[in-house]
């Protein structure tokens, strides 16, 4: 299957990039809710997701980042859309999966989740594209970017389900 490819450009960019970097990241709604990855020391909001690993499908980094950020284990729907972002020398490739939960295992937190105290955290659909959207009002151009990625690819997703 096809998906989508968006590509967002910061204000300074070059091409080709100087370095790659591949992720995954899931969508699941469960009763009007998404779940998301809660930072509770920084108050940041994302996706659950993360780095592809060496000899790993795009499927098998998003169901293992899940599992690790969020204690869900998930089944993979299907892919949604992919997010080329553009910054600096750097290509970050997002690969957005539509999921279901199908049980729960336990959380596997790295040293700097750990210190951001990640936890996952169910959140009106509605409420969770209020915050990405207030992408432009965010100083830190990293994490505004990632906003923006969010509130993009909610955006399309909600255009589906209606």
């Known amino acids: 299957m096809n998906v989508?490819?968006?590509?967002?450009?910061?204000?300074?960019?070059s091409l080709p990039p100087e370095f790659t970097r591949?992720?995954?990241?899931?969508?699941?709604?469960?009763?009007?809710?998404?779940?998301?990855?809660?930072?509770?020391?920084t108050g940041v909001y994302l996706s659950p997701?993360?780095?592809?690993?060496?000899n790993e499908t795009l499927e098998e980094c998003v169901i293992r980042e899940v599992l690790e950020e969020t204690g869900y284990r998930i089944r993979v729907i299907r892919p949604?859309?992919?997010?080329?972002?553009?910054?600096?020398?750097?290509?970050?490739?997002?690969?957005?999966?539509?999921?279901e939960v199908i049980g729960k295992g336990?959380?596997?937190?790295?040293?700097?989740?750990?210190?951001h105290g990640v936890e996952p955290r169910w959140v009106e659909f509605d409420d969770a594209l209020s915050v990405f959207g207030d992408y432009e009002n965010i100083s830190h151009d990293e994490l505004a970017a990632q906003y923006k990625r969010e509130f993009t690819v909610l955006g399309k997703y909600?255009?589906?389900?209606k």
């Open 22 to 41: 591949i992720g995954c990241r899931a969508i699941i709604v469960e009763n009007g809710r998404i779940l998301l990855s809660y930072e509770v020391n």
């Open 158 to 161: 909600k255009d589906l389900i």
């Open 4 to 13: 989508e490819i968006i590509n967002q450009f910061g204000e300074e960019y």
């Open 80 to 99: 949604f859309v992919k997010v080329d972002e553009y910054y600096f020398r750097k290509l970050f490739v997002s690969n957005y999966f539509i999921c």
């Open 49 to 54: 997701g993360g780095g592809l690993e060496d």
């Open 106 to 115: 336990e959380q596997s937190l790295t040293e700097t989740e750990i210190l």
